[in-house]
């Protein structure tokens, strides 16, 4: 089983909808991250959270809410979801219980979401 | 200035020629850097860390030179790396510490 899951995998929704991707680890891992990817514009990050009590803003927050439920979920909501968040959606894992040096993330699979 | 740029390639190589992709960084103060590898609609995977005094992973080399602020990788070409390379860096400062940031990646399609 893959140590990163995220539901779904594939989403098309309406203007105006509210979606909630979600992501689940069984990494152990305190540190998780949501990023969007655009074509010819990378990774960027959307909100991070470094324990269940921690949650901070990205680079591109605007738009979006995210809930840690527990160490292991971590979901993103999109309230009134718009054209321009048409993306494909990562969330990722990192742990840093062992230092700085070692902050590897690890990826889910990803979630294509299309706005109409 | 961006923070991590690389060439967006495509760089279209034969099957064993020796590629070197190249990577600039701003932040004067990171730590940690990574060549990840994603291929087309995939996630990023960790290809490898790179090292202060560089480092070999088979066929593939990393080096940095910390006073250029300037990564490259070095691939000895097989069919099955084609695939985007994405040069990542962390952040060390504040309440970051430990977030990452992506380069827009370099395509590489190597050819029979």
């Known amino acids: 089983d893959a140590d990163v899951t995220q539901t779904p995998r594939n989403r098309i929704t309406k203007t105006g909808k509210r979606i909630m991707l979600e992501c689940s680890q069984t990494?152990?891992?305190?540190?998780m991250y949501w990023y969007r990817q655009d074509p010819g514009l990378g990774l960027r990050l959307i909100y991070y959270s470094f324990d269940v009590k921690d949650i901070n803003k990205g680079e591109i927050s605007d738009g979006y809410s995210v809930s840690r439920q527990a160490q292991a979920k971590f979901s993103l909501s999109l309230e009134s979801a718009i054209p321009n968040q048409t993306a494909l959606y990562f969330c990722?894992?990192?742990?840093?219980?062992?230092?700085?040096?070692?902050?590897?993330?690890?990826f889910g699979p990803g979630t294509r979401l299309t706005v109409l | 200035r961006k923070e991590v740029e690389q060439d967006p390639g495509p760089f279209n190589v034969p099957e064993g020629a020796t590629v070197a992709f190249n990577c600039t960084y701003s932040n004067s103060a990171s730590q940690s850097f990574f060549w990840y590898r994603q291929d087309c609609r995939k996630e990023p995977k960790l290809l490898m860390s790179?090292?202060s005094s560089g480092n070999e992973d088979g066929r593939f080399t990393a080096q940095l030179n910390r006073a250029s602020q300037y990564i490259s990788l070095l691939i000895n070409s097989k069919l099955s790396d084609s695939a985007t390379y994405l040069c990542?860096?962390?952040?060390?400062?504040?309440?970051?510490?430990?977030?990452?940031?992506f380069g827009k990646g370099t395509k590489l399609s190597v050819k029979p």
């Open positions: 990722a894992t990192s742990d840093l219980s062992r230092g700085i040096s070692t902050d590897t993330q690890y």
């Open positions: 990494k152990g891992h305190d540190r």
């Open positions: 990542v860096v962390n952040i060390d400062y504040g309440g970051s510490q430990g977030n990452l940031i």
């Open positions: 790179v090292y």
